[in-house]
């Protein structure tokens, strides 16, 4: 390809509404466009990263066994209702009217659509197991898209469904997938991790999500040091705490006017905010409940809704909790309680001896607290945060780091919960019918796009790692136009390496080198080839690898050699 004919709109200046460096890089180099919030046009160069992407993870689903259909984006409503989405999904998914005023919706998720085509075609366990995949677009009004292709309200994503008689075939499918999953992000070239996203639900590991591994990511990745414990923080787990054995002293309540946060209290008591026993008010659902945490741990929501077995926890404000206790913010506790309350203690909570809570009285605290002989042990459950340093819960002596990542695949074992809904029967090998099992399986191919270059960029642009490159080779023809032997040179070079498979960019435009230079550096190609009057002279190229600051004279023969070694 000719930089001279190829559509490559590169911007100078960084655009003002991107905050991620692979926002930036990708609206600056050229590779894709906003038309509005959350919706995005692939430009050439991008889509041919987006095509890069997509075939190796083609490639690696056909040999998974998975077979590649294509579904409507326009899904009908009634498929909707009777899974019991239509309701519970909420505004992320767009619903609109067709002219007879059915409702229709845009398709984020396709178990629906997969589910109905099951039920009509499949009739016997001897057709199964089966996976089915398709890579199309989904459309998700996310409530704040934003980081550009990361989280868009319109993306690409992989999504594969498998059935199956039996759980020990789900299983099966499920590691095959699993497996599949690691080689494509491996063949990326991304650091990435698979980590235990179990909801806890029935039969253990049912869930696991991919991260790409990257300081920018939305996610809290806990992974040990000793052993191949992963998990999303929003449920990592760590060792539990030994229960303490130090002698108790007796309760005492002190006077801490004006108290607001476990820091202050600590200070003004002279103990460590370790010491303390926090009370957290939350709404679960719609009903109070008072969560108690150890004063130096975080309280995390995803567990305590979990925890509560409800929808959704979230903290009462001070009005409300003035409101529901009849006690000022910053000064409740489980003794004494003014109203009757469920609570809910984290383990470490409940490990700890002489500890300090508020005394429902304001500006009152204790001090010195025990379970047991001063307020009952409440129900203990999982609710904090784990930090770095923890124990592993699997092993010793493992502990627990933290990174950040970008979820870029998930795999799930759905058992039965759509195709029950959906009446996906067959007869199994005993002449009845039974509800299929069914796993999904979803990768987000576009937001690989953005997380590759998170994880592949420096002060001048993107390094693409060689199998997401839009092009393998750029070749800068320095003056052209000038010219003819460096233009022919230029080309001849770009016809052999194009003739071994490699896809070559020629900047043969009337730029100053310095421009050239940069805008190669910028769109990131892996290896970059220079021909000028002078090169030509002594019969050499300038050869740089992008991730390189050194250029090599290199011969033509040794060009080749370089780049045949790196790139096939
Ligand atoms: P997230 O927690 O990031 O919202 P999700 O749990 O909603 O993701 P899934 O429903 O499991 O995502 O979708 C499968 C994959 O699709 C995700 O792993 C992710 O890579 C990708 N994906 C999800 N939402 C978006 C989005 N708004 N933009 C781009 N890719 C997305
Ligand atoms: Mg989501």
């Known amino acids: 390809m000719r930089a001279s004919q190829f559509f490559l709109p590169t911007l100078k200046e960084t655009p003002a509404e991107a905050e991620l460096v692979s926002h930036q890089l990708l609206l600056r180099g050229g590779f894709i466009r906003r038309l509005a919030s959350g919706l995005y046009t692939w430009l050439p160069l991008g889509l041919r990263v987006l095509r890069k992407v997509e075939a190796v993870v083609r490639e690696e ?50 178990e629906e659509v997969i589910s109905d085509l099951a039920r009509r075609e499949i009739r016997s366990y001897r057709q199964l197991p089966v996976n089915l995949y398709q890579i199309q677009t989904k459309f998700r009004d996310e409530i704040r898209p934003r980081f550009g292709l990361m989280r868009a309200r319109e993306f690409i994503m992989k999504d594969a469904y498998s059935f199956h008689v039996d759980q020990d075939s789900l299983r099966a499918t499920y590691q095959d997938m699993y497996d599949a999953y690691s080689r494509v992000f491996t063949r990326l070239g991304l650091e990435f991790r698979a980590v235990d996203a179990d909801n806890g639900s029935i039969g253990g590991k049912a869930s696991h999500e991919f991260h790409v591994l990257a300081d920018s990511g939305e996610d809290a990745i806990v992974h040990c040091s000793a052993c191949d414990y992963a998990a999303n923080q929003e449920l990592a787990r760590s060792r539990p705490e030994a229960e303490r054995s130090e002698e ?6 002190r006077s801490t006017p004006g108290i607001r946060t476990v820091l202050e209290q600590a200070k003004l008591l002279g103990i460590t905010p370790a010491q303390v026993v926090k009370s957290l008010l939350v709404i679960a659902d719609e009903h109070p409940v008072l969560l108690l945490l150890r004063g130096d741990d975080e309280l995390n929501l995803i567990k305590a809704a979990r925890a509560l077995d409800v ?55 204790w001090l010195n607290l025990n379970w047991e002989r001063d307020l009952p042990r409440p129900a203990v459950a999982d609710l904090r945060n784990v930090q770095a340093g923890d124990a592993c819960p699997h092993c010793t ?61 420096d002060e001048r642009g993107i390094c693409w790692p060689p199998a997401l490159a839009p092009f393998d080779v750029g070749i800068v023809a320095i003056q052209a136009k000038k010219s003819p032997a460096v233009r022919a040179a230029a080309e001849t070079m770009m016809e052999r390496l194009e003739k071994l498979g490699m896809q070559v ?64």
């Open 311 to 365: 929808d959704a926890v979230r903290m009462a404000s001070a009005e409300e909790s003035q409101e529901i206790l009849g006690v000022p913010f910053g000064f409740f506790g489980p003794k004494d309680l003014p109203v009757t309350l469920p609570i809910l203690a984290d383990q470490r909570a409940l490990a700890l001896r002489n500890f300090s809570t508020g005394a429902n009285v304001a500006d009152q605290h």
């Open 61 to 110: 689903m056909e040999r998974a066994g998975a077979q590649e259909v294509l579904m409507p984006v326009v899904q009908p409503a009634e498929l909707w209702q009777e899974s019991g989405r239509w309701e519970m999904y909420g505004p992320e998914l767009l619903r609109l009217k067709d002219r007879h005023q059915r409702d229709f919706c845009l398709g984020p998720t396709h």
């Open 248 to 253: 108790m002293f007796s309760a005492e309540q």
């Open 505 to 568: 960019f020629l900047d043969d435009r009337d730029e100053r080198p310095g421009v050239q230079f940069a805008t190669l550096d910028l769109i990131g190609l892996p290896h970059r080839l220079v021909i000028s009057d002078k090169t030509l002279a002594q019969n050499v190229w300038e050869y740089r690898s992008r991730r390189e600051s050194e250029n090599r004279l290199l011969s033509e023969d040794a060009v080749l050699a370089v780049l045949q070694g790196e790139s096939v």
């Open 397 to 457: 002596p493992g502990t627990l780091g933290i990174r950040r990542g970008i979820e870029v695949g998930h795999v799930f074992q759905l058992g039965t919960r759509y195709s029950e809904k959906l009446g996906v029967r067959v007869l199994n090998e005993a002449g009845k019918e039974q509800t299929v099992l069914m796993g999904c399986y979803g990768i987000g191919v576009s937001r690989i796009v953005a997380a590759a270059v998170e994880q592949n960029f």
